[in-house]
Every structure is written in structure tokens, then in C-alpha cells.
């Protein structure tokens, strides 16, 4: 028993027209954006890790250390262990790729090890 083929099934065959594979992609899709930092006079642009599941915004002392930072200590617990903040900075902070004109007064917990 042969089966026939229909005549549009023919013509793909012989013009060589058929699909291309998909292309799928294969790394991870990771949220980062970028972030606009703003301390009285002083502006710093750098790129942030989204996470729905943290519990505070942490930022490297490198970032804003001229900015004194307020004295308190903060200990937080992870899953890899036990985890110190020494100090918070209030600042303003704004993501353009999100909305171009919303600042966001926020508090942001200083860290040494990031």
C-alpha cells in the first residue's frame, strides 16, 4: 500500500522549503536593571539583581561609602548561614527602564562582602 503525497507537500519537497528548527535559547533569563542612585549631590549609575523573595535592599560599601552610612548593625539568616549588615543609608532611587520619572526614597543596608 503507498500513500500519496498532496501536490502542496510535492512543492515543498522539491523547493526546499521547509521550516528552519526553532532556536531556543539557551541561557537563563536573569532580572537585572539598571538603577540611578541618588545622595544630595552625587549620582551613581550601576546595574541590580531583582529578587521577590528578599526581605531588604543591600548595596556594597564600595557604592557609598563617602555617603555615612547610620551605625546599625543588622543581622540576617540564610539558608548558607548567618549574614552582617553594618549600617543603612537612605537615598533616592529611580529605574528608568521601569518608569523614566518615579523616584523612590528607599532605604538601603550597607554590606562589605558583595
Not at 540564610?78 to 528608568?96: I, N
Request: charged content about 25%; overall charge positive.
Amino acid at each position: 500500500m503507498s500513500f500519496k503525497k498532496s501536490k502542496l507537500q510535492q512543492c515543498r519537497i522539491i523547493a526546499g522549503s521547509r521550516r528552519p528548527p526553532k532556536k531556543t535559547s539557551k541561557e537563563p533569563l536573569v532580572p537585572i536593571v539598571f538603577v540611578t542612585l541618588n545622595h544630595e549631590s552625587e549620582e551613581i549609575k550601576l546595574r541590580a539583581l531583582l529578587d521577590l523573595g528578599a526581605g531588604a535592599t543591600l548595596v556594597d560599601k564600595k557604592f557609598c561609602s563617602q555617603w555615612r552610612p547610620q551605625k546599625d548593625t543588622k543581622q540576617w539568616d540564610t539558608v548558607a548561614g548567618t549574614f552582617t549588615t553594618h549600617g543603612s543609608v537612605k537615598t533616592r532611587l529611580q529605574l528608568p527602564e521601569l518608569n523614566p520619572t518615579a523616584t523612590i526614597n528607599y532605604k538601603l543596608h550597607v554590606s562589605n562582602a558583595l
